[in-house]
C-alpha cells in the first residue's frame, strides 16, 4: 500500500463511520457531549497498530478511557519532570472521570519489550527516548533473564511481556490518588495480555500469579 493509499483508507474509513455507525448512533455522541464522558474504565496499551482496544474489546463510544504507549508502561509517581502524558492521563482518569477500573493491557510480539533483549546503544538513531523509557521494566527484564536464561528469546520475551503488566500495576500504586481509591475499594486494578495471533485475552490472577486465559 503506498503512503498515498494509506492515507486514502484512512478517509474512506471515515467516510464509512458517517455515513454509518455514527448515522445509526448519534444520540450516544450527542448524549457524550451533552452529558459528558463517564468511562467506567482506564486501560493503557501498547501502541502497537495489531492491538487496537476498541476492536478486540468491541467497546462502544464512551466505554474507555485509552492512554497508548509503547510497551503500555506506567511510570512510578514522580513529582519531577514536566512531561509526564501518561501519568496526566491517569490523573484525568482517576481524580476526574473517577473510573472505577484501570486495566493494563499487555500484549504478545511486542516491540518495546523486544527492545530490551537487544543492546543497542542508547544515542544510535531511532533509539533516543525508547531506551530509557523501556528501562521503565528493566527490573522485569532482569527478573527474566534471572529465572530463565536459558530459554529461547520468544519464551523470554513472553514472560517479560506480562512481568512488564505486573511492574505497571505496582507502579500505579505509587500514585497517591490510585493507592487510596484501592484502599477504599473505589478502584480494582487489572493485567491482561492479549495474543492477538491466537486471539486470546488472558487476565492475571493474583490469588494463583498466573495470567489466565478469558472463556
Ligand atoms: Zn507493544
Not at 56 to 66: A, E, H, M, N
Request: with cysteine.
Amino acid at each position: 500500500m503506498s503512503e498515498q493509499d494509506a492515507i486514502e483508507k484512512l478517509k474512506s474509513g471515515y467516510r464509512a463511520f458517517r455515513d454509518g455507525r455514527f448515522r445509526a448512533e448519534r444520540s450516544i455522541y450527542e448524549t457524550l457531549v451533552d452529558q459528558g464522558q463517564k468511562p467506567k474504565t482506564c486501560l493503557i496499551a501498547c501502541s502497537d497498530s495489531r492491538v487496537d482496544p476498541s476492536i478486540v474489546l468491541q467497546t462502544d463510544p464512551g466505554d474507555l478511557f485509552v492512554v497508548r504507549n509503547v510497551a503500555n508502561l506506567v511510570p512510578p509517581h514522580e513529582e519531577l519532570g514536566s512531561f509526564h502524558g501518561t501519568s496526566a492521563a491517569l490523573e484525568y482518569a482517576v481524580q476526574h472521570l473517577q473510573v472505577e477500573n484501570v486495566v493494563v493491557l499487555g500484549h504478545a510480539h511486542c516491540g518495546g519489550i523486544r527492545s530490551l533483549f537487544q543492546d543497542r546503544p542508547r544515542d544510535e538513531e531511532g533509539n533516543f527516548f525508547i531506551a530509557p523509557w523501556m528501562s521503565l521494566v528493566r527490573s522485569a527484564y532482569l527478573r527474566v533473564e534471572g529465572t530463565m536464561p536459558d530459554a529461547p528469546e520468544a519464551v523470554k520475551a513472553k514472560a517479560c511481556e506480562q512481568s512488564a503488566v505486573l511492574v505497571s500495576l505496582e507502579n500505579l500504586m505509587t500514585f497517591p490518588c490510585i493507592r487510596d481509591r484501592v484502599k477504599e475499594g473505589r478502584l480494582r486494578l487489572h493485567g491482561w495480555y492479549i495474543d492477538i495471533r491466537a486471539g486470546i485475552l488472558y487476565v492475571y490472577d493474583p490469588v494463583k500469579q498466573i495470567f489466565q486465559a478469558v472463556d
